[in-house]
């Protein structure tokens, strides 16, 4: 079965340090991978997503993720955090789910905070 | 591009009582539309699928008779939660699948918190 594990339950950096969060997936075929900020009360945002090419993808405010197959992880970094980053990060398997539609399949999520 | 709106934001109801969640693309197209659920610390979990005009596509263990999914046009999907109880209370978010822009990003609503009394 499908499935996706963020080994890191909370996390804490300080503001300017580098961040690396885990993620880890299960999936039989090439998978669609995705990481989604949620900050308190929102909805969840698309930080990047991996489909093929470039194993490493650039995403919105300054993240990035590295799509490791031999590893089955799609780790995501950021070089230099910032106190706004502290929130709450999923990252999401796609699979096919009926036609062109994938269904994405979460794991339990990372919360960030950041220290001054 | 791609804003998914949900509304409303926050809802408070008494036991009993039916609550509609609305969820809208703005600027795109959605031919389906999905609904999560999210508890207090936890991931979410996908409840439905729902394709514009066909009956929506529940996963396992969701009743439903109780959460009723209506995806009567491409930038339209309701989430109605008929009679609720307070083991309903949760965090129900929507997602649109942009099928013109990227068939296979999932663009997310800001969420609307349902308490049950």
């Known amino acids: 079965a499908q499935s996706v594990t963020q080994p890191d339950i909370h996390i804490t950096v300080s503001e300017g340090a580098s961040l690396e969060l885990r993620c880890n997936y299960s999936?039989?075929?090439?998978?669609?991978l995705f990481w989604y900020v949620q900050s308190p009360g929102q909805g969840l945002q698309l930080l990047l997503k991996?489909?093929?090419?470039?194993?490493l993808v650039q995403g919105i405010k300054g993240f990035e993720a590295e799509f490791k197959r031999s590893q089955s992880s799609f780790n995501l970094r950021k070089p230099s955090v910032h106190w706004s980053d502290a929130a709450e990060y999923f990252c999401?398997?796609?699979?096919?789910?009926?036609?062109?539609?994938?269904?994405?399949?979460f794991g339990t999520g990372t919360l960030l905070a950041v220290q001054p | 591009g791609a804003v998914v709106s949900q509304h409303p934001s926050r809802v408070i109801c008494k036991s009993g009582t039916s609550v509609k969640i609305e969820c809208r693309s703005l600027?795109?197209?959605?031919?389906?539309m999905f609904w999560y659920r999210q508890f207090p610390k936890q991931s979410l979990m996908l409840m439905a699928t729902?394709?514009?005009?066909?009956?929506?596509?529940?996963e396992q263990g969701v009743e439903k008779d109780k959460f009723l999914i209506n995806h009567a046009s491409l930038t339209l999907s309701t989430l109605t939660v008929t009679s609720a109880h307070p083991e309903d209370s949760s965090f129900y978010i929507c997602?649109?699948?942009?099928?013109?822009?990227?068939?296979?990003?999932?663009?997310f609503g800001p969420g609307t918190r349902l308490t049950v009394l």
């Open positions: 997602s649109a699948r942009a099928g013109t822009i990227n068939t296979d990003t999932q663009y």
């Open positions: 999936y039989g075929a090439t998978p669609y």
């Open positions: 991996y489909f093929s090419g470039d194993t």
């Open positions: 999401a398997v796609g699979v096919p789910y009926g036609g062109a539609t994938n269904k994405l399949i």
């Open positions: 600027d795109f197209q959605a031919t389906t």
């Open positions: 729902s394709n514009e005009g066909s009956k929506a596509t529940y």
